[in-house]
């Protein structure tokens, strides 16, 4: 069974960083693309960014490029999202998802997501 | 930047059926995924590739398109169908995913 586990996240303050990571199992990790989905407290979803599963390109979205950078460790199958500069408009549900399509390259959907964690960016 | 725009809510009685439209300017050229989300709750995928539906979800649960318009058809609307429903698909170049704003679903 796919299972998704993210962690990492906790209150920041305005400025600061913080590592998330989700653990992946149930599926070869190597073979799918993966993604990172945040939803802000009462809204709705917004992407954030995909690594392909070769992990060769990366993409995101306008609201954290430059900032936030997606990462994936095959050994550990594991995906990660460094998070710098973070301001309050990023306090949110991070979710971790994968791709639904193997060997995807971005425009596929999200077939499994994780439980998510919460980040919460405050002074 | 690319939208994809959906209704905010749609109010249904149970037994009836259910339309959630989604509208983007890519979407003849992309393909659209539908997600359920309950509160408190992780969304779920209903609706794959415009019109496939996953193992597991009911039968009442489809999706079709037509141009720069899809469509998720709930028909027999059931009490725990109420959630929120988001379309995803990516812009024309394939560089960017994008969420509809999602439309709440309530059975009156």
């Known amino acids: 069974q796919v299972h998704l586990v993210e962690s990492g996240g906790g209150v920041v303050q305005p400025g600061g960083s913080l590592r998330l990571s989700c653990a992946a199992s149930?599926?070869?990790?190597?073979?799918?693309?993966m993604h990172w989905v945040r939803q802000a407290p009462g809204k709705g979803l917004e992407w954030v960014a995909f690594m392909r599963y070769d992990g060769n390109n990366e993409y995101y979205a306008d609201s954290v490029k430059g900032r936030f950078t997606i990462s994936r460790d095959k050994s550990k199958n594991t995906l990660y999202l460094q998070m710098n500069s973070l301001r309050a408009e990023d306090t949110a549900v991070y979710y971790c998802?994968?791709?639904?399509?193997?060997?995807?390259?971005?425009?596929?959907?999200?077939?499994?997501w994780g439980k998510g964690t919460t980040v919460t960016v405050s002074s | 930047s690319y939208e994809l725009t959906q209704p905010p809510s749609v109010s249904v009685s149970p037994g009836q059926t259910a339309r959630i439209t989604c509208s983007g300017d890519?979407?003849?050229?992309?393909?659209v995924y539908w997600y359920q989300q309950k509160p408190g709750q992780a969304p779920v995928l209903v609706i794959y590739?415009?019109?496939e539906r996953p193992s597991g979800i009911p039968e009442r649960f489809s999706g079709s398109s037509s141009g720069t318009t899809v469509t998720l058809t709930i028909s027999g609307v059931q009490a725990e169908d109420e959630a929120d429903y988001y379309c995803?698909?990516?812009?024309?170049?394939?560089?960017?995913?994008?969420f509809g704003g999602g439309t709440k679903l309530t059975a009156l």
């Open positions: 590739k415009d019109r």
């Open positions: 890519a979407l003849p050229n992309q393909y």
């Open positions: 149930g599926f070869t990790f190597i073979t799918y693309g």
């Open positions: 995803q698909s990516a812009d024309r170049s394939g560089t960017y995913v994008v």
């Open positions: 998802a994968k791709d639904s399509t193997i060997f995807g390259v971005l425009t596929g959907g999200v077939d499994v």
